[in-house]
């Protein structure tokens, strides 16, 4: 799943991406009204978490841009919690409002809810492979296949946007592992070994891109 984190204070932003990362799903940080707009124009997203006061504009824009867009989920992060900016931020599309300070965990619950109310998509099938990010299962010819969390993570990356190449550097900012560290370059290509061992013939679909980094061939 791609949740789109729009959020200016690093210090709110990288824990609560961290957190997301660990629970599977692919994380796009923007840290301003522009950049938020331009990652919406260029990819597609399943959610979206939208704080309001925004150094270049109003969460609330960013909001209109993310309906407009396609039908991604939208919970509003802010330290308003008057009224009428809560009412404003529901007219506008959001599909739940969270006052700061808030609670990680709390806020992924949320997020889970408004997903299930709103209708996941589909499981995506690549041959014997499927990948249900609702349920967080693999399966491989209908058997599951057990990955740790952080093969999980990968997959659920490349998966996300098929044929896009990921550089290596940016698959080891997006797989932190649990503790908070990043993962290192060897552990990096040892993962992928494993992940494309696990997931048998559908393993050749991890595509190695010389130089670069790797991408996810949906076509066999």
């Not at 824990?15 to 301003?32: D, F, K, M, N, V």
């Not at 039908?71 to 409002?97: H, P």
């Not at 209908?142 to 999980?152: C, D, I, K, M, S």
């Not at 494993?194 to 393993?203: I, S």
Request: proline share 3%.
């Amino acid at each position: 799943m791609n949740v789109l984190l729009v959020e200016d204070e690093e210090a709110i932003s990288r824990p609560l991406a961290t957190l997301l990362r660990t629970e599977g799903w692919s994380i796009e940080i923007a840290p301003t009204a522009a950049r938020a707009r331009e990652r919406i124009g260029a990819c597609s997203f399943d959610a979206a978490l939208i704080d309001l006061g925004l150094p270049d504009g109003s969460g609330y824009e960013v909001c209109r841009a993310v309906r407009a867009a396609g039908d991604a989920a939208v919970i509003i992060l802010t330290a308003r919690s008057d009224e009428d900016s809560v009412v404003r931020a529901l007219e506008e599309g959001a599909d739940d409002y969270v006052a700061k300070p808030f609670r990680a965990r709390e806020l992924v619950s949320r997020l889970r809810a408004v997903l299930r109310r709103r209708g996941a998509k589909p499981a995506a099938v690549f041959g014997a492979l499927t990948v249900d990010a609702r349920s967080a299962q693999v399966t491989l010819d209908g058997a599951p296949v057990q990955l740790t969390a952080q093969e999980y993570r990968l997959l659920l990356l490349l998966v996300s946007q098929a044929g896009r190449v990921w550089e290596r550097g940016q698959l080891l900012q997006a797989l932190w592992d649990e503790g908070g560290a990043f993962v290192e370059d060897n552990t990096l290509t040892v993962t992928v070994k494993r992940l494309r061992e696990k997931l048998g013939r559908e393993g050749a679909r991890v595509v190695t891109v010389r130089g670069i980094g790797y991408r996810w061939e949906d076509k066999p």
